[in-house]
């Protein structure tokens, strides 16, 4: 069989595999490596969770570059701010991947309420909810398929010819509703604020099918747990750990980010390794907080099965994050205000 034959079959396998994924199976929500950069997508709980008048923050991860010409692309903006001790914001999320330019456009508003549980200030339990409209779309015309594949002139697909699929939809909108909850420690003192989150995703399970049959959206669950913790003057250790589940895919992640204050500034540099679970991903992450802004980058070293295909390369991602501060800043803000 020929190197050019051969080719034509894996293209084949990889398109249904594709149209089976997109179309048929209970899909996975897209993840962010800077997770806790985008908060609302985090855990509603979180929105307005910061000293200032508003928050606008922004994502953007590019993955699987090295295997395919049409990489999964990822992005997010978000705009929130606190109301005395409820929060409201709006989330823009946009996630693009495959030849049939898969798209996902969702936008939520979101709003929550923080709870003082005692009288110094120390203990809070905010709790939270979001509302949206999430569309999925797929361009048929740019998927090929094994109906379209002529032997003519050593093998190639030929789009004009018919597909063969019918009773599909090319746009389907769903209305999602998630909620969410966080307990912090809130003393300023502390050496240590530990912090703890769970939030729920897609909890009225809305019907995501293109061909018209009951296929529910799966619930996204997600537990969020972490600390500042502050080691001297000039350094400030924050471990984290995420766990993430929906039907049969599970994620872990295990953190460790440095935060390093300039001297006689309240800047201060960000580093930091991750690890994603399954032997998927080490994670390292560069950044700086600057005054109002907060840049971070990082890369996803492959570490999965995948990696003599990608040669260990796997996915960037930048996040920004604007606040406006008030009149009197706070040097070093609680864990779950940063």
Not at 179 to 193: C, F
Not at 308 to 320: H, K, L, M, Q, Y
């Amino acid at each position: 069989m020929s190197f050019q034959k051969n080719k034509m079959i894996k293209r084949i396998l990889l398109s249904g595999l594709l149209a089976l994924v997109m179309l048929q199976s209970s899909a996975q929500d897209f993840h962010l490596t800077h997770y806790d950069a985008a908060k609302i997508y985090l855990n509603p709980a979180m929105t307005g969770m910061f000293d200032g008048y508003y928050r606008i923050t922004a994502n953007y991860r590019n993955q699987w570059s090295a295997l395919t010409r049409n990489p999964f692309q990822t992005a997010a903006v978000a705009f929130d701010m606190p109301i005395k001790r409820y929060g409201a914001g709006i989330q823009i999320m946009n996630d693009r991947a495959g030849f049939g330019n898969f798209d996902v456009l969702q936008i939520n508003l979101s709003g929550s309420y923080d709870l003082q549980l005692d009288k110094k200030n120390i203990h809070h339990l905010a709790f939270g909810m979001e509302a949206g409209v999430i569309q999925k779309s797929v361009d048929y015309g740019k998927l090929s398929w094994d109906n379209q594949y002529t032997t003519i002139d050593g093998g190639s697909f030929d789009m004009a010819m018919p597909s063969g699929e019918s009773g599909y939809v090319e746009r389907k909108y769903l209305l999602d509703i998630s909620a969410g909850g966080l307990y912090y420690y809130a003393k300023e003192s502390s050496r240590i604020n530990p912090f703890v989150g769970f939030s729920a995703f897609h909890l009225n399970r809305p019907t995501e099918s293109f061909y018209g049959i009951d296929n529910k959206l799966p619930i996204h669950y997600i537990l969020h747990v972490g600390a500042r913790i502050g080691i001297n003057e000039r350094l400030q250790l924050q471990p984290r750990f995420l766990y993430m589940a929906q039907t049969n895919a599970q994620e872990m992640v295990f953190g460790l980010q440095a935060n390093i204050f300039l001297p006689n500034s309240e800047s201060y540099l960000i580093v930091g390794p991750s690890f994603r679970s399954s032997k998927d991903a080490f994670i390292m992450e560069v950044g700086l907080k600057n005054g109002p802004f907060t840049y971070r980058m990082s890369y996803d070293v492959n570490t999965s099965t995948l990696k003599p295909a990608t040669n260990n390369r796997g996915g960037i991602e930048f996040s920004v994050i604007y606040i406006a501060k008030r009149k009197t800043p706070v040097v070093a803000p609680n864990c779950p205000r940063l």
